[in-house]
Every structure is written in structure tokens, then in C-alpha cells.
């Protein structure tokens, strides 16, 4: 999981000053790669939005037998590791986890019916 870490740390800090993001590849609770993808919001300094493209290539890709797409990702650049109002609105409900990359860690969260639960862990750089 530190390798998954370290890279999105390191995707987080050459996106800045926008919004990196893209997609948590793995297995069941095993997050074992990350799949980057444009962030195609229109404002991506402070929003993103997942090339649906990209959604749609991980997703057809998992259904062939690749690795299977168990959440996604993004950073704050100028905020903090923890869900926004707008991570709240946006997300699911849909059980998936969610990685978010600000102040040099990464969060892990689970969208739920009741919005996001924290997971028990905590990534920083090595």
C-alpha cells in the first residue's frame, strides 16, 4: 500500500495547482495500482470529474478479467484530507473507496448511505 501511496503523492504534487485524479484498482480491501486520468472539470483548480472515457475503458477492462476497479481518487491542492460538501454530494453511496491526497497524506473513505466512513488508514511520504 506505501507504493500506492508514494504514488499518489507524487501524481497530487505535479498536478498542482489543480485537482489530480483517477481510479483505485485492486481486489476486494487491496488496493494494488492506480489508474491516473484527466480531470476533465471545467474547474479543475478547485473540482474534478474522472474522464468518463477513462471510467468506462478500468470498468470494461475488469469485466475481461483485469484488476478490478474498487474506488477512486483525487487531491486537495489547497485543502485538507478529508471529504468536501462536494465530495459528500457527489459520491455514490455505492460502497467504493475513496483516496483523497492533501498536505502531503492520503485518506482513505468509504462511500456509504450516510455519506463517507472513515477507513483505518493513513499514508504519508516515506
Same mark, same amino acid.
Given at each position: 500500500? #506505501?507504493?500506492?501511496?508514494? #504514488?499518489?503523492?507524487? +501524481?497530487? +504534487?505535479?498536478?498542482?495547482?489543480?485537482?489530480?485524479?483517477?481510479? =483505485? =484498482?485492486?481486489?476486494?480491501? !487491496? *488496493?494494488?495500482?492506480? =489508474?491516473?486520468?484527466?480531470?476533465?472539470?471545467? %474547474?479543475?483548480?478547485?473540482?474534478?470529474?474522472? %474522464?468518463?472515457? @477513462?471510467?468506462?475503458?478500468?470498468?470494461? +477492462?475488469?469485466?475481461?478479467?483485469?484488476?478490478?476497479?474498487?474506488?477512486?481518487?483525487?487531491?486537495?491542492?489547497?485543502? !485538507?484530507?478529508?471529504?468536501? @460538501?462536494?465530495?459528500?454530494?457527489?459520491?455514490?453511496? %455505492?460502497?467504493?473507496?475513496?483516496? *483523497?491526497?492533501?498536505?502531503? !497524506?492520503?485518506?482513505?473513505? !468509504?462511500?456509504?448511505?450516510?455519506?463517507?466512513?472513515?477507513?483505518?488508514?493513513?499514508?504519508?511520504?516515506?
Amino acid at each position: 500500500m #506505501q507504493d500506492v501511496a508514494d #504514488q499518489l503523492l507524487a +501524481e497530487a +504534487e505535479a498536478a498542482h495547482p489543480i485537482e489530480c485524479c483517477g481510479i =483505485l =484498482l485492486g481486489e476486494s480491501e !487491496r *488496493i494494488g495500482a492506480i =489508474l491516473p486520468a484527466p480531470n476533465v472539470h471545467p %474547474d479543475p483548480a478547485v473540482h474534478f470529474e474522472i %474522464d468518463p472515457q @477513462a471510467l468506462i475503458d478500468a470498468h470494461r +477492462e475488469a469485466r475481461e478479467g483485469g484488476p478490478q476497479v474498487i474506488g477512486y481518487y483525487h487531491s486537495h491542492p489547497n485543502g !485538507r484530507a478529508e471529504p468536501s @460538501a462536494t465530495d459528500t454530494a457527489m459520491a455514490a453511496g %455505492d460502497g467504493m473507496v475513496w483516496a *483523497i491526497v492533501a498536505a502531503g !497524506r492520503v485518506t482513505f473513505w !468509504r462511500s456509504g448511505d450516510a455519506g463517507f466512513d472513515a477507513l483505518p488508514y493513513v499514508a504519508t511520504p516515506r
